[in-house]
């Protein structure tokens, strides 16, 4: 069983940045995409972020484009997204997972492992 563990939330001023970090344990990753969503309160679930597994391609959801980087380390089974020029409608869980595929998608339904989340809170 695939396990994703995210860590890096936490509060932060609207400008700051953070770093959330995705560990993957119990499987391989090596080529499927990987991809990171959010949902804030009554809000639908949003699609942020997506790498293919070699790290050579990314997509990103308008609203984070030039602000947030997805990363990943396969050595490491790890995947990151850089988070800068946050503001405060960046606030939501923010959730990583595993694509059933090794291509670029942003429908929740073609990932089927999911982390716990972590809470990302920008303040004004």
């Known amino acids: 069983q695939v396990q994703l563990v995210e860590s890096g939330g936490g509060l932060v001023q609207a400008a700051g940045s953070l770093r959330l970090s995705c560990a993957a344990s119990g499987g391989s990753f090596s080529i499927n995409a990987m991809g990171w969503f959010r949902q804030g309160p009554g809000l639908e679930r949003e699609f942020v972020a997506a790498i293919t597994w070699t790290g050579g391609t990314t997509d990103y959801t308008a609203s984070v484009k030039g602000r947030f980087t997805i990363s990943r380390d396969n050595a490491k089974n790890t995947v990151y997204l850089q988070m800068n020029s946050l503001k405060p409608e960046d606030s939501a869980v923010y959730y990583c997972?595993?694509?059933?595929?090794?291509?670029?998608?942003?429908?929740?339904?073609?990932?089927?492992?999911w982390g716990q989340g972590t809470q990302v809170t920008v303040s004004s």
């Open positions: 997972a595993r694509s059933r595929r090794f291509v670029l998608t942003r429908s929740p339904g073609d990932y089927d492992y």
